[in-house]
């Protein structure tokens, strides 16, 4: 019976390269393409007022050419000028005056779409209009009805009159605003499709232009599970270097483990000779002395065997490539323990996830299940659980229950540490629980201890996966 896989999804949090470089890409863009937006409505506003003033100067003009002066200095306006201006409040207005010699204007001849109301002059007054006589000057006015309008106002001498004459000319420029806004809109509609379009290239940009990376990563990330010794991928020139660099650390990581190992090996040479001399002297003369040195001696050694396997194991943990299926490791340790304990007919109920694998050495997951399980059959009254299940893409949780008498909750902290024992009474240095503990944390893993429902206790160690 397998247990069917756990995926947990682990969102990363650190901010994103792709994400910075859009962002950077869409802050700048957006700011382009509101100035060009502002930009281009303003110069097409501009544009239009030009051709606005233009169209009111050749009112004006119309109105200077075809206006007659009589012998008495009498200005008379032309006969029939723009239809517009016949009807009352139309928007279209113009006027003929002359200065009233008190800084203002006096009103000659006006249009009949005026009718009781008067042009508003420019707002630099007659003396703006003096000192540029001859030139048409443009301003924004409100109509008779509060319309707005743009007029237009020359100050001209004519044949046959001493005294100048001023020709005005508005027209609504509702139609301006109108074009504006109408403009505006467009422009934004448009740019805003410009932008997404902008921003899905850059998008795709970026993620062509970091695929190189991405591989790398993925790469390093093989190594790093074991599923490849080096990186063997052609990277871009910018990207060589430090794929290079890559190799070299984790080659010169691989040369510091074999020697840790070598030093490990040596040391357990040194040191187990001398004690297994000090056990045979004691054993060969039996005494009171001997026996405080032959005990003293075992306790060296077991001491002795417990760090060697401590160093060995983080020195293994550091390696890459280290791979063991972890089905097969159960499958033997259930069948060994049930042959052992068959005098209290014990059942070891084991299950694994398909292509589980402990990244590491099976000694080491032998000795981690092994001395486990051994504790949940030796306490336990005729039934033990195990089961191994992924927790998570680099991890992977072994469960082992017994249905024993159990422990006290106050008690699971004590048991971890050296020397202590389940139960004072069984043989034993105490040292099983606390080696699984260390050498979990030699692998960067734990173990934890709760109640099981079977009614004893139940161990969960978690311990590191790879990828089969």
């Given at each position: 019976m397998k247990i069917g896989p756990l995926s947990l999804d682990f969102r990363n949090l650190t901010p994103s390269l792709v994400r910075r470089l859009v962002a950077l890409a869409a802050g700048w863009s957006l700011v382009v393409l509101v100035v060009a937006g502002i930009a281009l409505t303003a110069f097409f506003r501009q544009a239009t007022v030009s051709q606005f003033d233009d169209q009111l100067e050749d009112s004006i003009k119309g109105l200077y050419g075809e206006a007659t002066v009589d012998d008495k200095g009498m200005v008379y306006a032309p006969p029939m000028t723009d239809v517009r201006a016949s009807q009352l409040y139309s928007g279209h207005y113009w006027e003929i005056a002359e200065p009233d010699g008190k800084g203002g204007l006096t009103a000659l001849a006006r249009s009949r779409s005026l009718w009781d109301s008067r042009m508003t002059p420019p707002p630099q007054g007659l003396a703006g209009l003096q000192a540029k006589a001859g030139v048409t000057l443009f301003y924004d006015i409100r109509g008779p009805l509060n319309e707005p309008l743009r007029a237009g106002a020359q100050l001209v001498r004519m044949p046959g009159r001493t005294a100048p004459v001023v020709f005005m000319a508005a027209d609504d420029r509702s139609s301006?605003?109108?074009?504006?806004?109408?403009?505006?809109?467009?422009?934004?509609?448009?740019?805003?499709?410009?932008?997404?379009?902008?921003?899905?290239?850059?998008?795709?940009?970026?993620?062509?232009?970091?695929?190189?990376?991405?591989?790398?990563?993925?790469?390093?990330?093989?190594?790093?599970?074991?599923?490849?010794?080096?990186?063997?991928?052609?990277?871009?020139?910018?990207?060589?270097?430090?794929?290079?660099?890559?190799?070299?650390?984790?080659?010169?990581?691989?040369?510091?483990?074999?020697?840790?190992?070598?030093?490990?090996?040596?040391?357990?040479?040194?040191?187990?000779?001398?004690?297994?001399?000090?056990?045979?002297?004691?054993?060969?003369?039996?005494?009171?002395?001997?026996?405080?040195?032959?005990?003293?001696?075992?306790?060296?050694?077991?001491?002795?065997?417990?760090?060697?396997?401590?160093?060995?194991?983080?020195?293994?943990?550091?390696?890459?490539?280290?791979?063991?299926?972890?089905?097969?490791?159960?499958?033997?340790?259930?069948?060994?323990?049930?042959?052992?304990?068959?005098?209290?007919?014990?059942?070891?109920?084991?299950?694994?996830?398909?292509?589980?694998?402990?990244?590491?050495?099976?000694?080491?997951?032998?000795?981690?299940?092994?001395?486990?399980?051994?504790?949940?059959?030796?306490?336990?009254?005729?039934?033990?659980?195990?089961?191994?299940?992924?927790?998570?893409?680099?991890?992977?949780?072994?469960?082992?229950?017994?249905?024993?008498?159990?422990?006290?909750?106050?008690?699971?902290?004590?048991?971890?540490?050296?020397?202590?024992?389940?139960?004072?009474s069984a043989p034993g240095s105490g040292l099983g629980l606390s080696i699984v503990d260390e050498l979990a944390r030699a692998y960067r893993g734990e173990l934890t201890l709760d109640h099981s429902l079977l009614g004893g206790l139940k161990v969960v160690l978690r311990l590191p996966r790879v990828e089969n």
């Amino acid at each position: 019976m397998k247990i069917g896989p756990l995926s947990l999804d682990f969102r990363n949090l650190t901010p994103s390269l792709v994400r910075r470089l859009v962002a950077l890409a869409a802050g700048w863009s957006l700011v382009v393409l509101v100035v060009a937006g502002i930009a281009l409505t303003a110069f097409f506003r501009q544009a239009t007022v030009s051709q606005f003033d233009d169209q009111l100067e050749d009112s004006i003009k119309g109105l200077y050419g075809e206006a007659t002066v009589d012998d008495k200095g009498m200005v008379y306006a032309p006969p029939m000028t723009d239809v517009r201006a016949s009807q009352l409040y139309s928007g279209h207005y113009w006027e003929i005056a002359e200065p009233d010699g008190k800084g203002g204007l006096t009103a000659l001849a006006r249009s009949r779409s005026l009718w009781d109301s008067r042009m508003t002059p420019p707002p630099q007054g007659l003396a703006g209009l003096q000192a540029k006589a001859g030139v048409t000057l443009f301003y924004d006015i409100r109509g008779p009805l509060n319309e707005p309008l743009r007029a237009g106002a020359q100050l001209v001498r004519m044949p046959g009159r001493t005294a100048p004459v001023v020709f005005m000319a508005a027209d609504d420029r509702s139609s301006i605003e109108k074009n504006a806004r109408r403009f505006a809109l467009t422009t934004a509609i448009t740019l805003l499709a410009l932008g997404a379009g902008i921003l899905a290239a850059v998008f795709v940009q970026v993620r062509i232009g970091l695929r190189p990376l991405f591989a790398l990563q993925r790469e390093v990330a093989s190594v790093r599970k074991g599923r490849a010794e080096r990186l063997v991928g052609v990277y871009p020139v910018e990207l060589d270097p430090l794929a290079h660099e890559l190799n070299a650390l984790m080659e010169h990581n691989q040369e510091v483990v074999e020697r840790q190992r070598t030093h490990v090996g040596n040391l357990a040479h040194a040191l187990k000779t001398p004690i297994s001399v000090m056990l045979t002297e004691s054993e060969q003369r039996p005494g009171p002395l001997a026996e405080v040195v032959g005990r003293q001696a075992q306790v060296m050694r077991e001491q002795v065997d417990h760090h060697l396997r401590r160093a060995r194991a983080a020195a293994r943990s550091q390696s890459q490539g280290e791979r063991t299926p972890v089905e097969p490791v159960l499958d033997e340790l259930a069948r060994t323990l049930e042959r052992i304990f068959r005098d209290k007919d014990l059942v070891v109920d084991w299950r694994a996830d398909d292509d589980l694998c402990f990244q590491g050495e099976r000694q080491d997951l032998l000795e981690l299940a092994g001395n486990v399980m051994e504790n949940a059959a030796k306490f336990g009254k005729s039934k033990v659980r195990a089961f191994a299940a992924e927790a998570g893409p680099d991890w992977f949780t072994l469960t082992v229950e017994d249905d024993g008498a159990g422990m006290p909750a106050e008690r699971h902290a004590e048991v971890l540490q050296r020397g202590a024992r389940l139960d004072e009474s069984a043989p034993g240095s105490g040292l099983g629980l606390s080696i699984v503990d260390e050498l979990a944390r030699a692998y960067r893993g734990e173990l934890t201890l709760d109640h099981s429902l079977l009614g004893g206790l139940k161990v969960v160690l978690r311990l590191p996966r790879v990828e089969n």
